[in-house]
């Protein structure tokens, strides 16, 4: 992807960004799984196809969590049987094209993304749940105080570490630094209620911690590419 370059392991699912280009140079022997797909395939009713990947709850994991147009999640070794076979079936589908084949092919996927989407939302916890002590108190800090306007200084402090140290720290273990995981937790939240609640854009800003509303639709627009009310309306399309 680019000039970067991704290593696999068993278990490892790839989320690639919608226009991203990917190559396998490199590639050893192994086994897996691809499936490419436009949005339209869900039924997407969106006002265009850039908003709709980011409107769409089972497409955001493909574009809302990295800069770097891709996400590296990990599917559990219990889990991983179930997700060959599913990708299996969507293949037979596709393949025979009997009777009903876009019907039970749309069903198909749509769990593999709800099981992906599950997995992108389970990425901080289970962080927190292995034997990492510093990043369960991290997220803990960041969960409890999102909605106030803390900085990496505040995080740093609360742990009891540098800010040089702790960006770091995180940065290795995670792949992001303190500053992105504070910001997507407050636009985590910020989709929700522009979504599920009638709150202007600037009540919603105020409380996911932007007091300035201005500079919460230029972070919102430059992380999702729509503004906060351009979403609400993708977001509830019928």
Same mark, same amino acid.
């Given at each position: ?19 991203? &280009? ?7 022997? /192994? ?23 980011? =409107? #769409? ?12 147009? !891709?996400?590296?999640?990990? +599917? ?7 997700? @060959? ?9 596709? /393949? ?7 019907? !039970? !092919?749309?069903? #198909? ?10 997995? =992108?939302?389970?990425? $901080? ?10 990043? &369960?108190?991290?997220? /803990?800090?960041?969960?409890? #105080? ?12 609360? $742990?009891?570490? @540098? @800010? ?13 630094? $303190? ?15 522009? +979504? ?43």
């Amino acid at each position: 992807m680019g000039d970067r370059e991704w290593r696999t392991e068993a278990g490892d699912a790839y989320v690639v960004a919608p226009g991203e &280009a990917v190559g396998t140079d490199g590639f050893g022997r /192994g086994e897996g799984w691809t499936v490419s797909f436009r949005p339209e395939a869900l039924g997407l009713q969106a006002p265009d196809v850039v908003l709709s990947w980011r =409107a #769409h709850p089972l497409l955001f994991p493909f574009v809302g969590g990295t800069a770097e147009g !891709a996400q590296r999640l990990k +599917v559990p070794p219990e889990e991983r049987a179930s997700w @060959s076979e599913r990708f299996s079936a969507l293949d037979v589908e596709l /393949g025979r094209r009997r009777d009903g084949y876009r019907e !039970a !092919a749309l069903a #198909h996927l749509t769990l593999l993304l709800v099981e992906v989407s599950r997995l =992108a939302a389970d990425v $901080v916890g289970n962080l927190r749940l292995k034997d990492e002590p510093l990043l &369960a108190e991290v997220f /803990g800090f960041i969960e409890e #105080h999102y909605g106030e306007p803390i900085s990496l200084k505040d995080v740093a402090r609360a $742990v009891g570490l @540098s @800010s040089g140290y702790l960006t770091t720290v995180v940065g290795r273990k995670t792949g992001r630094t $303190v500053l992105e995981w504070i910001t997507e937790r407050r636009l985590a939240e910020a989709r929700k209620l522009l +979504v599920e609640t009638d709150l202007s854009a600037e009540e919603v800003g105020l409380r996911v911690g932007y007091g300035d509303p201005g500079y919460f639709a230029r972070i919102f627009r430059r992380a999702h590419g729509a503004t906060p009310l351009g979403w609400r309306r993708a977001g509830r399309v019928s």
